[in-house]
């Protein structure tokens, strides 16, 4: 090549920028994986939601239209999709509601954003104004909320029935959401200011009978029943021991044996194994325990044949294989500490109830410890259910009213269901997106208008026309009817909050936040880049 004297020689252009169209692309696909995640779910929203039945590679199903129980058990391999199943998640942990709704806010969000981008605006740019939204959204919807005392008994069912009249049990709801305001009461430290630990509530399932039967119990509720076959079932003015030791003759270590030779040899192990059990038979007997719970152990036998047959005769109630995971929830019941040897077996040691007695339930029985003296903030609920499908369900749903009451201690302010909040969201961002010029602008109407995504498929799953009811929702709302919201059982719009659905204010905040944030972090993403293992 021959060079004229007036050409300037060119710098090799750098290979980064070649590709402009790549980041455009990943950007795209990763939107359009976490929508069809928001799509698949989005038919399970609101009280007139569709159910899913899901169907486990080792043959198990399970119906629900929990948001965060269908994502959890779905197979997703997309990355940017996987970020939505985090995103529920991160819901059921902080409000335990709102699974399915901020799912699809973020899916709804997505498409907005994918709109933006079309116009060429930054992803920089849109992600920093997203921010700005979300803070604006969670400031209109502390306006809108009333606070609420948890003394108003009232509110909280209200809004717990909110909750599970999305669910599969809904026509038991008006049972079901006082069972879980009394629940979260009782556990509700009144020294600590909002502080619920939802372990202190035992939740157990048991086959039988019909949701009807759930009942609350204030004391303890083991799921086994007693193992003595001629022992007492019944025992009033219990005295009741909770040991970690084993009654059962010591074994050798794992890998030795005892060779017996001769009958007399064996004659004198037997008499060597009954002395000793009668030992700690007569040292239970000595402490005046009537309720032995012993803990479950791996090494050997609990309780043998012999000395269940000796703590029969002393009339002892038997309870064994107490759960080690279990053994904490007990002991702050009963407040107590477990007996780890014979020594410490004294009447200091025991805990006395009222009443401990073995109850049919169904095909099963179980023991059921009553009027427990000093006892501590937990309580238990027993669910019951026709078949195992309900029973999940209603474990899972119950789980969720405790949660919503879980939010109303934490941040004791209500707000309206239905649509209205969001409706309400819409028309105020999208007034505040006049005042602003330029990109933000933009923005702010297209979240504005992505937040009507929630009416929208109420209205949808309910069989309603979407667009005629949003728009006569946004009509309203417009007129100064801040409560307006889709009344589904009449299909109507109508005042919500005179319907009684109500909802806990976080739950609709961190919704909010959570799920722009996600959609924020999806936005960034321009490579993905696979490595090595």
């Known amino acids: ?51 899913k039945m899901i169907q486990a590679s080792n043959g198990e199903v399970t119906i629900t239209n929990d948001g965060a129980t269908i994502l959890k058990q779905m197979n997703v391999i997309h990355p940017a999709a996987k970020m939505l199943v985090e995103l529920s998640r991160a819901q059921d942990v902080e409000a335990g509601d ?12 997505l498409e907005a ?44 069912i209200k809004s717990a029935s909110t909750s599970l009249n999305s669910k599969v049990v809904s026509q038991h709801s008006s049972m079901l959401a006082p069972i879980a305001v009394d629940a979260v009461l009782k556990v509700t430290e009144s020294h600590e200011q909002g502080s619920v630990d939802l372990k202190n509530i035992k939740i157990i399932r048991s086959l039988g009978g019909t949701i009807e039967d759930t009942e609350l119990i204030d004391g303890l509720v083991f799921t086994q029943r007693s193992s003595g076959i001629n022992g007492p079932k019944r025992i009033e003015k219990a005295k009741i021991g909770l040991i970690q030791f084993c009654i059962s003759a010591p074994k050798t270590d794992m890998d030795h044996s005892v060779i017996v030779s001769d009958y007399a040899a064996m004659d004198r192990v ?11 038979v007569k040292q239970i007997k000595k402490a005046g325990c009537n309720v032995l719970l012993v803990q479950k152990s791996i090494l050997r036998d609990a309780v043998s044949d012999l000395a269940q047959h000796f703590l029969d005769k ?15 929830f007990v002991c702050k019941t009963l407040r107590c500490r477990p007996i780890a040897s014979l020594d410490h077996f004294v009447a200091e040691n025991l805990v006395n109830a009222d009443l401990v007695e073995e109850v049919a339930s169904g095909s099963t029985k179980f023991v059921k410890v009553t009027g427990i003296q000093n006892m501590g903030q937990t309580v238990s609920i027993v669910v019951r259910g026709s078949n195992k499908l309900v029973l999940e369900e209603a474990d899972r749903s119950l789980h969720d009213a405790l949660c919503v009451v879980r939010c109303l201690v934490k941040k004791r302010a209500l707000i309206a269901g239905g649509g209205a909040p969001e409706i309400e969201m819409a028309l105020q961002l999208a007034a505040y997106a006049q ?15 992505a937040l009507e995504v929630i009416p929208s498929t109420l209205a949808e799953n309910a069989g309603l026309n979407p667009i005629a009811t949003v728009t006569e929702l946004r009509n309203r709302h417009a007129q100064g009817e801040k409560n ?9 719009i109508t005042d919500i909050l005179a319907e009684n659905v109500v909802q806990p204010l976080l739950v609709s905040t961190s919704s909010i936040t959570f799920a722009s944030e996600t959609v924020r972090s999806i936005l960034k993403i321009d490579d993905i880049v696979n490595t090595m293992q």
């Open 113 to 156: 954003v994918e709109k933006l981008l079309q116009m060429g605006i930054h992803p920089t740019a849109i992600s920093e104004a997203f921010q700005r939204c979300s803070a604006k959204a969670v400031e209109i919807l502390t306006e809108m909320s009333r606070p609420v005392e948890l003394n108003d008994r009232e509110s909280l």
């Open 314 to 328: 002393i009339k002892v109630m038997v309870v064994k294989d107490v759960e080690r995971e279990d053994i904490e």
């Open 435 to 449: 005042t602003l010029q330029g990109v933000d602008a933009y923005c702010f109407r297209a979240f504005a208008n």
């Open 98 to 109: 709102g699974t399915t709704s901020v799912v699809v806010v973020a899916g709804a969000l």
């Open 270 to 280: 037997l008499k060597e194994e009954r002395a000793y059990i009668l030992n700690i």
């Open 484 to 492: 307006a919201g889709i009344n589904v059982r009449k299909g109507a």
């Open 1 to 51: 090549m021959v060079m004229k004297p007036n050409m300037v020689a060119k710098k090799p252009q750098g290979q980064a920028y070649k590709d402009k169209s790549k980041p455009a692309d990943i950007r795209l696909s990763n939107i359009n994986a976490a929508k069809a995640v928001s799509d698949a779910i989005r038919t399970s929203l609101g009280p007139r939601g569709m159910d």
